[in-house]
């Protein structure tokens, strides 16, 4: 069974910049999409940015374009979400997400079928 953990979040300032962890266990991690996906309170769910198994692949969000970059470390099992600029708009819980499937685009969030708990970003000044 795949498990993904979440690290990183926490209260930073408008302007500010985080990094956001993601440890895979459980499966072959060369083998996983990657995503990204956040949450603010009383709001849908919203797809930050996604990179493909082989790295060739990269989508991102244009709310975030600019701002935010997904990496992965095959040899670490781990998927990183660099996070500069940031703004009150980015204040919610930010989701790790996985999947074998190729088949679906990266930034359809119903394709990933394993998750993590979740991470709080809290944006404040």
């Known amino acids: 069974q795949v498990q993904l953990v979440e690290f990183g979040g926490g209260l930073v300032q408008p302007g500010a910049s985080l990094r956001l962890s993601c440890v895979v266990s459980?499966?072959?991690?060369?083998?996983?999409?990657m995503a990204w996906i956040r949450q603010a309170a009383g709001k849908e769910r919203e797809f930050v940015t996604a990179?493909?198994?082989?790295?060739?692949?990269?989508y991102t969000a244009d709310s975030v374009k600019g701002r935010f970059t997904i990496s992965r470390d095959n040899n670490r099992n781990t998927v990183y979400l660099q996070m500069n600029n940031l703004t009150l708009e980015d204040t919610a819980t930010y989701y790790c997400?996985?999947?074998?499937?190729?088949?679906?685009?990266?930034?359809?969030?119903?394709?990933?079928?394993?998750w993590g708990q979740g991470t709080q970003v809290t944006v404040s000044s």
């Open positions: 990179i493909s198994f082989h790295v060739q692949k990269i």
């Open positions: 997400a996985a999947d074998f499937d190729s088949s679906y685009k990266l930034q359809d969030m119903t394709a990933y079928d394993y």
């Open positions: 459980g499966g072959d991690f060369s083998r996983l999409n």
